[in-house]
């Protein structure tokens, strides 16, 4: 079955310190992987997603991720965390098949110290 | 281009009544898709609808609903309302469906509290 586990439920990082969230996934076929994030009482933004090509992908507000298929995993990076970045990070898996399903982690909840 | 809108925002039901949430998708997208988001099973798959069929159904029982309009806009609902409907409802837009890699837009969510 698809599953996407997000081994931390809860990172505190520095402002200014680098971020590295996890994300691993379960699928039989090619995944589309996607992060997302949800800032209190809003719905979920897209960061960036992959679906081919280039295992490095580069998304918005400077985060990216790396897709490594020979560890399953898709983890969502940040040079340097401002302030703002802190919210709700949502890894999710979307099939090949006939479907737009996407089946979500269980969310990282990013605290950012001053 | 405005966003994908959920109507209304925040409702507060008693246990037996029933519920319609609208979702109105972002101009040009045909196909909408629902979510629940509760603390304990996080963000968890309903249905999704394209071009006024269900494509899709997640694992919840039949008291939730939907369909979907000729102009895109599609509506949800719960009958029978038990204290564990209490969530976050998205609603999430995108071009076309049937392809895992499209992107999808969500919506803010309507907060049902069911008491």
């Known amino acids: 079955a698809q599953s996407v586990t997000q081994p931390d439920i809860h990172i505190t990082v520095s402002e200014g310190a680098s971020l590295e969230l996890r994300c691993n996934y379960s699928?039989?076929?090619?995944?589309?992987l996607f992060w997302y994030v949800q800032s209190p009482g809003q719905g979920l933004q897209l960061l960036l997603k992959y679906f081919s090509g280039d295992t490095l992908v580069q998304g918005i507000k400077g985060f990216e991720a790396e897709f490594k298929r020979s560890q399953s995993s898709f983890n969502l990076r940040k040079p340097s965390v401002h302030w703002s970045d802190a919210a709700e990070y949502f890894c999710?898996?979307?099939?090949?098949?006939?479907?737009?399903?996407?089946?979500f982690g269980q969310g990282t909840t990013l605290q950012v110290k001053p | 281009k405005a966003g994908v809108t959920q109507t209304p925002r925040y409702l507060i039901k008693t246990r037996g009544q029933q519920v319609t949430l609208s979702c109105s998708p972002i101009?040009?997208?045909?196909?909408v898709s629902w979510y629940q988001q509760t603390p304990g099973q996080g963000l968890q798959f309903l249905f999704e609808?394209?071009?006024?069929?269900?494509?899709n159904k997640g694992n919840f029982p039949g008291r939730f609903s939907g369909r979907q309009f000729s102009n895109s806009r599609s509506e949800m609902n719960v009958s029978t309302l038990e204290l564990g409907d209490s969530a976050l409802y998205l609603c999430?837009?995108?071009?076309?469906?049937?392809?895992?890699?499209?992107?999808?837009?969500f919506g803010p969510g309507t907060r049902l509290l069911v008491l």
């Open positions: 699928y039989g076929a090619t995944p589309y």
């Open positions: 999710a898996v979307g099939g090949s098949g006939n479907t737009g399903k996407l089946i």
């Open positions: 609808y394209f071009s006024e069929t269900q494509r």
């Open positions: 101009s040009g997208h045909r196909s």
């Open positions: 999430a837009s995108s071009l076309e469906a049937g392809t895992g890699w499209e992107t999808q837009y």
